[in-house]
């Protein structure tokens, strides 16, 4: 009989210790929000740049000097000299010439960036990288 007794108060013993516990409740998205304090042993997240736009113009100024070396420079050379290495096969022009900058708008260079011309192939870029690659050829304009 002692052992029903003890086997009685286990069972309660149990029971009362689960009482204080609050119920499992259901895992939602938001609990994988990110909190502005670490957890303890956690590093702090990284914080914003300070002026996103200024981040943003220098991962745009990447992507337009990315574009010139992979798609551009293979022609129109580093400085747009047109002696890049395939530059004289498909008779690239020279887009630091003043006569030639003088003759074509922005709005032509980009047109040409976009739908190809003659040997050079339509290139499938963002507008923001057209727009610097533009830039960048109008920056060319006198360099010798």
Do not use: F, Y
């Not at 259901?26 to 042993?41: I, K, L, N, V």
């Not at 914080?47 to 981040?55: G, K, L, T």
């Amino acid at each position: 009989m002692q052992s029903w007794w003890r086997a009685a108060g286990a069972a309660a013993m149990i029971a009362l210790g689960a009482c204080g516990r609050e119920p499992v409740r259901e895992w939602t998205p938001a609990d994988h929000d990110q909190s502005d304090t670490p957890a303890p042993g956690q590093a702090p997240a990284a914080r914003p740049a300070a002026n996103p736009s200024a981040a943003q113009a220098a991962a745009q100024a990447q992507l337009v000097d990315l574009a010139w070396t992979r798609q551009c420079a293979t022609c129109h050379g580093p400085t747009g000299h047109g002696d890049g290495p395939s530059g004289p096969m498909v008779q690239a022009p020279d887009l630091t010439r003043p006569d030639w900058q003088a003759q074509v708008t922005d709005e032509q260079i980009a047109q040409v960036i976009r739908e190809g011309k003659g040997k050079m192939p339509r290139l499938d870029l963002p507008a923001p990288v057209v727009a610097g690659l533009v830039r960048r050829v109008r920056s060319l304009r006198g360099a010798r």
